[in-house]
C-alpha cells in the first residue's frame, strides 16, 4: 500500500485558496510528524509546512507563513494543507511526507516517506 496518497490540487485563479489532502497509509499514523514541501518548475523541492506527531505544534516556509495552516486527523489519518491568497508563484507539485522525528522538521532529508504528489497550477 502506497504509504501517503495526495489529493486535491488542480488549477486555480491568483487570489484564490487550495486544500490539499493526504491520506497516511502508515499505522499508527500518531508516530510520524508530517509535512508538505512543494517543487516549482525547474527548481529544487522546498519546504512548505510541517506538523508534529501530536498536532501541537506547527512550522511554515516563509513563503507560505501567514497564508496557510497545515492540520492532522489522526483518527481519520489525515492530513491537510490549506492555502490562501494564492500567486503564480505557488505553481508546483505538491508533496506531503512523513518522518519518524517527532516535532515538525524542516530538512527535506529527514523525512522517510514520500507521497506521488499534486499539481497546483495558479493562473494569473
Known amino acids: 500500500q502506497v504509504p501517503l496518497v495526495e489529493s486535491g490540487g488542480g488549477l486555480v485563479q491568483a487570489g484564490g485558496s487550495v486544500r490539499l489532502s493526504c491520506a497516511v497509509n502508515?499505522?499508527?499514523?500518531?508516530?510520524?510528524?508530517l509535512g508538505w514541501f512543494r517543487q516549482p518548475p525547474g527548481k529544487e523541492r522546498e519546504f512548505v509546512a510541517a506538523?508534529?506527531?501530536?498536532?501541537?505544534?506547527?512550522a511554515y516556509g516563509d513563503a507560505v507563513s501567514g497564508r496557510s495552516t497545515i492540520f492532522r486527523d489522526d483518527d481519520e489519518n489525515t492530513m491537510d494543507l490549506q492555502m490562501n491568497r494564492l500567486s503564480p508563484e505557488d505553481t508546483a507539485v505538491y508533496y506531503c511526507?512523513?518522518?519518524?522525528?517527532?516535532?515538525?522538521?524542516?530538512?527535506?532529508?529527514?523525512?522517510?516517506?514520500w507521497g506521488q504528489g499534486a499539481q497546483v497550477t495558479v493562473s494569473s
Open positions: 506538523i508534529a506527531w501530536n498536532g501541537g505544534l506547527q
Open positions: 511526507a512523513a518522518s519518524t522525528t517527532a516535532l515538525p522538521e524542516r530538512d527535506i532529508h529527514r523525512y522517510d516517506h
Open positions: 502508515l499505522r499508527p499514523s500518531s508516530a510520524y510528524s
